[in-house]
C-alpha cells in the first residue's frame, strides 16, 4: 500500500483511538466502584441504546472481514456464517434474552445458581465463560493482525505481532477504567460507524453492477474458476461425507453459539427491565440482519470486482477482501478515492475489533471475579473487591488472548469464531436451557453439563486438522489428527445435553421444588429481579 493509504488510515485509526480513549477517560471518573455500575452500567441503558450496543458487540471482525472473506473465497458455502449467523438470533429472542434478565445479575453462572448449590456450579460455569471468551478473543485478534499488516503494506510477522500487542493494550485499558457503561458507548459508536461503513460500500458494489445483482453473481462466478458451481452448495462443504458431516456441525454451532454466548448475555443486565431486554434483542435484530445481508453483496462483489486469486494472494484465508474492495471502489491503487475509501473501510474494521473485545473482555473478567475468585477463596482470606480483581483479571486475559492469537495468525477470522461458537453451544446452552425450563435439574446435572460439553469440543478441536495433520493447520508439521471435523459441534453439543440428562438422572439429591417455582415465577414475571 502506498504512504497515503498508511498516513490516511493510520490518522483514522489515532482519532478512533482517541475518542474510544476519552470515553473511557470520561466515564472513568463516575463511580465504577460497585459491581452493578462495573459490570452492567447501572442498568441504565435504553432498549434502542442496548439494541445498538448488541449489534456492535456482535458484528465482529469475523462478520465484516471473515465472512465477506470466505464468501469470495468459496461462494455459496461462505453464505452459511451469514445466515447461521442471524437465525441465531431467534433463539435468544424466543427462549433466553427475558428469562435471563430476569433470573440473573451479572453473568451465566446467575442463572444456574439461582436454584442449585452455587460453589459447583460457578466453578463450572466461569471457566466456561472463559473458555469461549478466549476463544473469541484470539479470532478478533488475528483480525486486527491481518488487517494492518495489509495496511502497511506487507504480512511480516512483527507487524502482525505487535497489532495483536497493541489491541489487547487497548482493550485491558478500556475495561480496567470504563467498566460496562464505557465499553457500551464504544460499541454504540462502533456499530454506528460499521452500519455506514457497509452501507457505503454496498450502494458503490450495486452501482458498478448499475443494481444488477444477477449480473454480479455471474461474474463472480466467471471469475472464480469455479463456474456455476461457486453459485451452488458444495465447494467447500460438499466434497464427501466428511465435508457434509462439517457443514452441518459448523451450522448447529451458529445456530445455538449465540444463546451461550458469555457477553451477549451480559448485555441483557444492562437494561432496566426484561420488556426492555426483549427490545433490545429486537432492535439488535433488525440492525444485525440488514447488516449480514449486505455482508453476502460485498462477498460476491469482491469476487466479482477483485477476483477470489488475488484476495487469497493478500491474505490466505480471505480476511482482506473487504478492504481491497474498497481500494477498488475508490478508483483502485494510487486514486484519491480509493486511498480515501480504503482508510475509512481500515478504521472502522479496526474499531469493530477494539469494540468486541473490549465486551468479551469485560465479560470474561466478570466470570473470573464474580463466579471464579469468589467460589475459590479461602474463607479465611482477606475479602477484595471483585471489581478489583476483575480488573486484574482483564490484564491476564489480554495476555493469555495475545499469546493465542500471534500462534493463529493464519487462520480465518470467522472459522476461528465458529469454534468458539461451538463450545458455547456445547457447555453453557444445554445447562443453561435445563436450568430455566427442566424442573427435576440438579446440581450435579448443571455441572456434568457444562464439562460434558466444554472437555469434549476442546479436546475434539486439539485432535482436528484444525490444529495439525495439514498444510493449513496451526501446526503444519506435526500430526496428531484423529478426529476428522473441523467444527466439533455435531458431537459435542448433543454431548452437553446427555450429560446433563445423565447427570441429573443418577444424582442422588432430590430437585428443590420450591426453589424452583420461585425461580420460574421471577423468570416469567420478572418478581424479585434485579
Known amino acids: ?147 494492518v499488516a495489509l495496511l502497511l503494506g506487507g504480512t511480516g510477522e512483527a507487524v502482525q505481532a505487535w497489532t495483536v500487542v497493541g489491541v489487547g493494550a487497548l482493550m485491558v485499558i478500556y475495561v480496567s477504567l470504563g467498566g460496562m457503561r464505557a465499553t457500551t458507548w464504544i460499541q454504540i459508536v462502533k456499530a454506528v460507524l460499521l452500519l455506514g461503513g457497509t452501507i457505503t460500500l454496498t450502494v458503490l458494489v450495486l452501482l458498478r453492477f448499475h443494481g444488477d445483482i444477477n449480473r454480479m453473481l455471474h461474474t463472480a462466478a466467471e471469475r472464480s474458476g469455479h463456474g456455476d458451481a461457486f453459485l451452488a452448495p458444495g465447494l467447500a462443504y460438499g466434497g464427501d461425507w466428511t465435508a457434509r458431516f462439517d457443514f452441518i456441525s459448523l451450522g448447529l454451532a451458529l445456530v445455538l453459539g449465540t444463546a451461550g454466548l458469555p457477553h451477549i448475555l451480559s448485555r441483557f443486565y444492562t437494561v432496566p427491565t426484561a420488556r426492555a431486554a426483549r427490545r433490545s434483542v429486537v432492535w439488535a435484530i433488525g440492525l444485525i440482519g440488514g447488516f449480514y445481508l449486505m455482508t453476502i453483496v460485498l462477498g460476491f462483489g469482491a469476487a466479482a470486482l477483485i477476483g477470489p486469486d488475488a484476495v487469497r494472494a493478500s491474505h490466505a484465508s480471505g480476511n482482506t477482501a473487504v478492504p481491497l474492495l474498497a481500494l477498488d471502489l475508490g478508483g483502485g491503487a494510487g486514486t484519491t478515492g480509493g486511498t480515501v475509501l480504503f482508510a475509512v473501510v481500515a478504521a472502522v474494521a479496526f474499531a469493530t475489533i477494539l469494540a468486541v473485545v473490549a465486551g468479551i473482555t469485560l465479560a470474561s473478567s466478570a466470570s473470573v471475579a464474580h463466579d471464579l475468585y469468589a467460589s475459590l477463596r479461602r474463607p479465611g482470606g482477606k475479602p477484595r473487591s471483585e471489581v478489583a480483581v476483575a480488573r486484574v483479571a482483564a490484564v491476564g486475559i489480554g495476555v493469555v488472548a495475545i499469546a493465542l492469537g500471534l500462534l493463529a495468525r493464519d487462520l480465518n477470522v470467522a472459522f476461528l469464531v465458529g469454534l468458539a461458537f461451538a463450545v458455547a453451544a456445547s457447555a453453557n446452552l444445554p445447562v443453561l436451557l435445563y436450568s430455566l425450563f427442566w424442573r427435576g435439574f440438579t446440581t450435579r446435572g448443571a455441572v456434568w453439563s457444562v464439562y460434558g460439553g466444554l472437555i469434549p469440543a476442546v479436546v475434539l478441536v486439539l485432535l482436528s486438522p484444525v490444529v495439525s495433520g495439514g498444510p493449513d493447520s496451526l501446526f503444519p508439521d506435526a500430526d496428531f489428527q484423529l478426529f476428522p471435523l473441523q467444527n466439533p459441534g455435531l458431537v459435542s453439543i448433543p454431548l452437553g445435553f446427555l450429560a446433563g440428562w445423565l447427570g441429573t438422572v443418577t444424582s442422588p439429591e432430590v430437585p428443590d421444588e420450591a426453589r424452583h417455582a420461585e425461580t420460574e415465577v421471577r423468570s416469567l414475571t420478572g418478581a424479585g429481579a434485579a
Open 1 to 147: 500500500m502506498t504512504t497515503d493509504h498508511q498516513t490516511t488510515a493510520l490518522l483514522l485509526f489515532s482519532a478512533f483511538v482517541a475518542v474510544t480513549l476519552g470515553i473511557t477517560t470520561w466515564v472513568s471518573r463516575h463511580r465504577q466502584g460497585s459491581a452493578e455500575e462495573f459490570y452492567a452500567g447501572g442498568r441504565l441503558f435504553s432498549p434502542l441504546e442496548n439494541g445498538f450496543a448488541i449489534a456492535g458487540d456482535y458484528m465482529s471482525a469475523a462478520s465484516f472481514l471473515g465472512i465477506s472473506g470466505l464468501i469470495a473465497l468459496v461462494g455459496y458455502d461462505g453464505m452459511l456464517y451469514s445466515v447461521g449467523f442471524l437465525v441465531a438470533w431467534l433463539v435468544v429472542l424466543f427462549l433466553v434474552a427475558e428469562l435471563v434478565r430476569n433470573c440473573g445479575r451479572f453473568t451465566l453462572a446467575d442463572v444456574v445458581a439461582a436454584r442449585m448449590r452455587e460453589r459447583p456450579v460457578r466453578i463450572a460455569a466461569g471457566t466456561s465463560s472463559v473458555a469461549v471468551s478466549v476463544l473469541y478473543l484470539v479470532a478478533q485478534m488475528v483480525g486486527a493482525g491481518s488487517l
